[in-house]
């Protein structure tokens, strides 16, 4: 199972970018990377997912570079309410049987201050 | 849209007390699985299951059981209750990529 690195905690101010890098060096060939956001008495609440280059949608963009070792969550302008603790997955969606991408790590505490 | 429903939402057990926490889903969700946080911790992974009469453990699985005799429902049973099962307990359901789980909204369990 390929593990994954993150800032443990991060701070920023109201409508700057933020960029959450997340490391998994031995990602395997069909590993994708999946990002969830959860917010204090919560659920994590799945944001992205990705397998090469970039994706984005409504709620944030994922950078991943050629050698898929790092990759990028990037949360434009955000707000108080981005606040949050941010976890990076790694894991082969399809591979049936198994605990491959359900590991969660402790995550990144995104702080947003005014 | 019910989604994932734990219940219950709190519960206090003394040592020694066994109780199961439920959890159902309505989205035909193959994928299913149980998590605990504890204080300034991630999730960590108890049991999972692929489907109806199959599961298997994940990282943390002593003290606890699980059975999936419908695609619906995967309750975890605590046999017998100790403090350091004190945390919240997450359930999540996923199709068809495993990966992007639907999670619950968690069941703050006391032990005394």
């Known amino acids: 199972l390929a593990k994954t690195t993150q800032p443990i905690s991060m701070d920023s101010y109201e409508g700057q970018e933020v960029n959450i890098t997340c490391s998994h060096n031995?990602?395997?060939?069909?590993?994708?990377i999946t990002w969830y956001q959860q917010f204090p008495s919560q659920g994590p609440r799945f944001i992205i997912q990705?397998?090469?280059t970039k994706v984005t949608n409504e709620v944030a963009s994922l950078f991943i570079p050629a050698d898929r070792k790092s990759s990028t969550l990037s949360l434009p302008r955000v707000s108080l309410s981005d606040t949050a603790v941010y976890y990076c997955?790694?894991?082969?969606?399809?591979?049936?049987?198994?605990?491959?991408?359900?590991?969660f790590g402790k995550g990144t505490h995104l702080i947003i201050q005014p | 849209n019910a989604g994932v429903t734990q219940t219950p939402k709190f519960q206090v057990l003394k040592t020694g007390q066994s109780m199961t926490l439920q959890c159902a889903q309505d989205?035909?969700?193959?994928?299913m699985s149980w998590y605990r946080q504890d204080p300034g911790m991630g999730l960590r992974l108890i049991h999972y299951?692929?489907?109806?009469?199959?599961?298997d453990q994940g990282e943390v699985p002593n003290g606890y059981n699980v059975s999936r005799s419908t695609t619906e429902d995967f309750p975890l049973r605590l046999l017998s209750a100790a403090p350091s099962q004190t945390s919240v307990y997450f359930c999540?359901?996923?199709?068809?990529?495993?990966?992007?789980?639907?999670f619950g909204a968690g069941t703050r369990l006391s032990v005394l």
């Open positions: 997955l790694v894991g082969d969606p399809n591979s049936g049987g198994g605990a491959d991408g359900l590991t």
């Open positions: 999540a359901s996923s199709r068809p990529a495993k990966n992007i789980q639907y």
């Open positions: 989205m035909n969700h193959e994928y």
């Open positions: 031995n990602i395997a060939t069909n590993d994708y």
């Open positions: 990705g397998y090469k």
């Open positions: 299951s692929v489907g109806a009469g199959i599961t």
